[in-house]
């Protein structure tokens, strides 16, 4: 079995070995340390993918290399394949590897896995590629599949576009590793599993064989080996086990039958809201949950069923209304509907929400963009707007007052040295998410526009990446071009405070000219600073708003 | 000052002295209105008086028809019909005793009158000229007025020739030719009561089968064991007109478009109940019906009016006692904020108490494979049950019903000797949501009839025993 130099991030494309762990003909464990390395983004200790015998070392301490090289090989007692592994462990923990690669005749890593599987698997020609679920981002454990764009037996192109995944942070579509033929899903649509899940094969060799027809028992087996290799709790339930679950939970015969059948594990089994006597999980129960688990992700709901089912039965509780139900077409929510519930609450539990607004007079930065943005676009390739001029004076006033520009860790402030810049960007037809503009405080206002243009579109089309939408500082969300005034925005977490830009309207005002009043019809649009009390004060708020203000108003007419 | 209740409770049958008896150990004060003695239809005109009934000619039945078998022989064997009327009447009048003392007990007001809702939260009580008696409020109001035999234009019920199961438990002498007019349960009961004493019944049945609700094995079953009893049956027959013509009643039925005219001395009308919803103020209040039913939430069994509930027979199909305690209880415990599951209205047991009796729970072999299941069915008959054999009871048999994919007892049909009784096991297998192995893997007494239930169960995964 071959060891790899690790992928340890998106822009990682090399590694040096600081030290090895062991040495040749040493016996190393399964997820033993074998040697650390450092990369110009993290340094970290790579654990072994496999028990065996240390029986080469092919880079020295010290020696850089590029990621894929292999860099040792570990003798496996049992099996003589050899096999490229990248460590799962440690692409869990550290990188944002999207693929893991195991080229392969058995397609095994695991001393683990029961010795029938060899046999199952023989009539496999060819190498394998097994693709797994990508880590999408640090806090992202699992993944649902929104789509397959190939099927089985299509040929796939490198980087071609093979599915469509939806994350608690992102949707995207994930690219092939490389050129083959599909010859395996092992996840259906709308379903959820974990990060380094395997969800289908790619055979990258000469002699293909698809999978198919007599294969079909080889096929269960392979897929549920790996989902024990993966995650021992989902474990589908076994009958003739122990009829108490193990959240002491008593399951009637019909339920452990049911939940045997569709493969449904006795963690999310005590996850099951129960309606029955006593809160007994009810036949009827695990049928809704299976029926849902069709259209949603498992894991997602499980996770978000208990949040939920406390909302429920305290809003049913106060509200106790009845329905007729033809009068009432029950839609199930997609992820993307259950993320933005669970955040909205998770935001509105863990801020101090306070909001102040101000008015500013846009006239002269109204007048400036209408007389030169032809000029703009021709000679910059940039629209410029509204929202450019805002995210220029927001960040003005960040680096003022940075305070604005943390977030809270216990008892401490974060307070960031960098502005990432989120902008709310809704999609159609109810979904809303928030990227950022890295390095926002580096750009000037066409710099912000070009920017601004940039991530609406893509998160428009859904070719976002994990990077995009994590480790925003500040916020701000224009539901002005609705048509609202204002509005108090909500948290963007887990930041302190986000920006509200309400539509600008033509208004009579009294200003002063040549030190005598006078009434005049000027651009006035709203600003409301949402802002959490914990950490910034009214008065820190308000001078934030004042300083947004005061640079949109003198804007001196040079960008 | 009027009494002021929490809950008051219009109605004393199994729905609303049940509701009753919660209501007061839960810490409701309670008021129980009814004009008549408590226990309802059930108590004084139906279950228990007719069981009754039936308990002596099941004796005679058996003396008569099979005292040879057991090596007993009388001389001259006879009975003295008005002397079992007299027995049901005293089993009726003791239980419903019993009740109002259970009520006392309970410390539950007890109110003899008619009640009647002025408002949402006000009951005037009438005596039985009508006459305002008393006044009393309540927080809550359940009513549990129950159903009566439905009449139809066409068969003009005069409680003397055509009569409804309420005379036919009470007549003063023995018909000698009894024509029923329905094969549900009430209509079979008083078929096999009134042949066994000797009277030539007439069955007619406008569906398929007597016993139309039944699993069709079962009513085929007992179809022949009431052919051989000599009761004539007509099935997929309406009945145009009824006629009383001096004596006697001529019935016009129309089977498949022939027509013919019977005769008899006593006709029972046994087809449909309706609800009691007239004169007590729920047109006045709008409480929203439907076919002559009050229309209720199943959850909370609350009418449009929240605060006024309605359970039992006056809500509808099944129209059976037991689902009428249940609403009772369930009701109430909502009242008071308990949190139980709803009533499963497809786990009740029906039961006809005829000889063979006949009990079933879930769904028959028909609905089920309409309702598109892949089945796995267990039979067992009773004559290859030791226990069954003992007793000379070996007519009839089990029958369960299990889906195929994920093993779910989805229906029980047991037709023989005390089948009302084993039709529990069914009903709590399937509450617990047991399956075919729950069953076969608990170990039955033996010998008991009850083992056919395990054999059954056994035989749908083909390993019963004695079959």
Redesign the interface.
Known sequence: MDIIMPKMGESVNEGTIIKWHKKVGDVVKLDEIIFEISTDKVDTEIPAASAGVLSEILVKEGDTVEVGTVVARIKNSGAENSEIVISKKSSTEKSSQEIQKQISPSGRNDNNLTSNSESSKQNVQGNLIEIAMPKMGESVMEGTIIKWNKKVGDAVKKDEMIFEISTDKVDTEIPSPEAGTLVEILVGEQETVEVGTIVAKLSVGNQVKVQEGNNEENKKEDVHEIKSMHDNFSKPVELHSNEKGIGGGFFSPLVLSIAQKENVSFDELNSIKGTGLEGRVSKKDILTYIERRKTAGVQVQVKVQEKSEERKSISSAITQQVYNAADVEKIPMDNIRQRIMDHMVHSRDTSVHVTGLIEVDMTRIHNFINSKKDEIMKSENAKITYMAFIADAVVKSLKKYPLVNSSIDGNAILQKKFINLGIAVAIEPTGLIVPNIKGAGDKNVIGLAKAIADIANRARTKKLTPDDISNGTFTITNYGVFGTIFGTPIINQPEVAILGVGAAQKKPVVIEVDGSDTIAIRNIMALTLSHDHRLVDGMLGGMFLKNIKEVLENFEGII | MPNKYQIAILGGGPGGYVAAIRAAQLGFKTVVIDKENLGGICLNWGCIPTKSLLKNVEIFDTIKNHGKEFGIYTKELSFNFTEIIQRSRGISDKITKNVELLIKKNKIDRIRGFGKLISQNEIEILDNDGKKTETMSADNIIIATGARPKTFPNIPVDRKSIITSTEAMNLAEQPKELIIIGAGAIGIEFAYFYSVLGTKVTLIEMLDHILPVEDAEVSQTLEKNFKKRGIEIYTKTMVEKAEVKGNKVSVTINQNGEKKTLSADKVLSAIGVTGNVEGFGLEELGVELFKNHIKV?KK?Y?TNIPNIYAIGDVIGPPWLAHVASAEGIHCVEGIKGIK??DVDYDNIPGCTYCQPQVASVGLTEAKAKELGYELKIGKFPFMASGKAFAVGEREGFVKLIFDA?????LGGHIIGSEATELIAEVSLARA????G??IIKTVHAHPTLSESIMEAAANAYGEAIHI
């Open positions: 939430d909370t609350q139980n599951p994919k994920y093993g779910e007892l617990m949501e047991a399956t192995h729950s």
